[in-house]
């Protein structure tokens, strides 16, 4: 790939530059746009958000389920000089206003006008002009001007899921960007005869880099799925002979339980994120298929893969090494690092790592403090560089001053029969600080009982480690990208026991 203009770096719209015209680029619903077409696209696209009003640094909105027209416009809003916001499309709309005025927005791209103005009225927004997919298909009356712009610039802003607090914007560079889809792929390899398969939602870092940015850089043609259904993707794979697919836990779950190995023959790799995956459902996967399901790591502010393990060898419950160019260290409350196989804070440093978060200085020095990404998360690291992660830092449970970290008590979980998916997470108690709590839902037709599930873990755990209290649900909650949202299962949780109390 060559740099722009001599030693100048590429910009993130660039990726697509250098392709053969007549290769495909992108197929959704069955419609094919080859790479000649996207650059005339993005590019009439472009010139139409400058008509619009687009000037550089502009934060401009996009709402939409996954299609080609997502791609072209998030290149496009980018080309123009913009910065790209891109929303989770099952936000309601409070939520959407939120995002609008922090962000100090005044454009947005939509598949669908929103309707917003009660909304955008109570947050105290000023206006906001929706351009939607037709609208931006129409003549314009100028030609695209480019735009000076800097790999350093600010391109675009990823808002955090918000399962606590309002949701923060980590700012993106251009260089964020590329450099994480150059990285990746010098670990995880593409070549331009490789198709993917786009099921993850696009708004969400993880699909936007590893199903999206990666392929686009490297010349592949990227079939893109609206809404995931086995069934649909059983069907996309095969038609179009697919030979990549990322996706989270979830997906690879579904797959194990409902396909069959000549199904996902044409698939080369598949890499999990979003979630940790089961190291029964890895190993279940392996066995069935013959082919390993290559887990990783990242987090928007990191743009956002950090680690993934090499398909020469795969380390199973581990999200594998750090990517060529990404530092990662495990540190300790005095942001020392520690030695290998001791716990502490996973941190990250690299060209992959964010600008700061908008509009939040004091927040953005917390979490960049000495140089370090501070992930939050908890890990330890190996002797070979592999990296386990044990839990999220807010998530461990300390019960009568011992830690419980819930990720071990669900792996745990996991090899009993008849659970399917389970959640583990700490609520208070008056005599140890916090008790143990699990969420199950199981298998269908399967049944469990309490006592039995707690005679289950006795043998496997030490006691302060398992559950005082169980519950069966029918599905756990989870956000857009399949993460299980701890924080309303701790609010449901409190709420259970006081109704059990009662």
Not at 61 to 74: D, P, Q, R
Request: proline letters at 5%.
């Amino acid at each position: 790939l060559k740099p722009r203009r001599g030693a100048k770096a590429m910009l993130f719209y660039e990726i697509i530059n250098d392709h053969p015209a007549e290769d495909p680029a992108l197929i959704c619903q069955d419609k094919m746009l080859t790479y000649g077409e996207v650059r005339e696209e993005v590019t009439l696209w472009a010139a139409h958000l400058q008509s619009s009003g687009v000037c550089k640094g502009d934060k401009v909105g996009l709402f939409s389920k996954n299609c080609n027209e997502f791609v072209i416009a998030y290149l496009a809003i980018i080309k123009a000089g913009g910065v790209v916001v891109p929303f989770n499309f099952q936000l309601a709309a409070p939520e959407v206003a939120y995002i609008v005025q922090d962000a100090g927005m005044s454009v947005m791209v939509t598949r669908q006008k929103l309707k917003l103005y009660a909304a955008l009225q109570e947050c105290g927004c000023g206006p906001l002009k929706q351009l939607d997919f037709e609208d931006m298909r129409q003549p314009v009356d100028r030609s695209y001007e480019d735009i000076a712009m800097d790999d350093n610039d600010n391109c675009a802003i990823i808002y955090t899921s918000g399962t606590t607090g309002h949701p923060k914007g980590a700012m993106l560079s251009h260089r964020n960007l590329v450099a994480n889809a150059k990285d990746f792929t010098q670990r995880v390899l593409m070549y331009s005869s490789d198709k993917t398969l786009c099921v993850l939602p696009m708004y969400h870092c993880f699909a936007w880099t590893v199903s999206v940015a990666c392929p686009l850089l490297h010349g592949c043609c990227i079939v893109v799925q609206e809404n995931y259904t086995l069934a649909e993707a059983l069907r996309l794979i095969q038609r179009y002979e697919i030979t990549q697919f990322a996706g989270v836990p979830t997906m690879i779950q579904m797959f194990e339980k409902g396909a069959d190995s000549g199904q996902l023959a044409s698939v080369r790799f598949f890499i999990s994120g979003g979630a940790s995956l089961p190291q029964k459902l890895a190993k279940d996967f392996k066995k069935k298929f013959g082919k390993p399901v290559q887990e990783g790591y990242g987090l928007s502010e990191a743009s956002p893969v950090c680690t993934v393990n090499p398909a020469e060898k795969i380390k199973v419950g581990s999200i594998g090494p750090q990517l060529p160019n990404v530092r990662v260290e495990i540190r300790d409350e005095d942001d020392r690092r520690v030695a290998s196989g001791t716990v502490g804070e996973l941190c990250v440093r690299g060209d992959n790592v964010m600008l700061g978060y908008l509009n939040r200085p004091e927040e953005t020095a917390a979490a960049l403090r000495g140089g370090w990404l501070h992930t939050g998360d908890l890990a330890y690291q190996d002797e070979e560089g592999y990296i386990f992660i044990v839990d999220r830092l807010k998530d461990m449970i300390i019960t009568g001053g011992e830690n419980v970290y819930p990720r071990e008590v669900e792996e745990a979980l996991y090899h009993h029969p008849a659970v399917q998916e389970n959640a583990v997470v700490g609520v208070p108690d008056k005599l140890r600080g916090q008790a143990v709590c699990a969420y199950l839902v199981l298998k269908e037709g399967a049944a469990a009982t309490k006592p039995q599930l707690r005679r289950f873990l006795m043998e496997r755990l030490a006691g302060y480690k398992v559950p005082k209290y169980f519950f069966f649900c029918e599905q756990l909650p989870k956000n857009g990208t399949g993460k299980v949202m701890k924080t309303a299962l701790r609010e449901n949780a409190i709420e259970d026991l006081v109704n059990r109390q009662n």
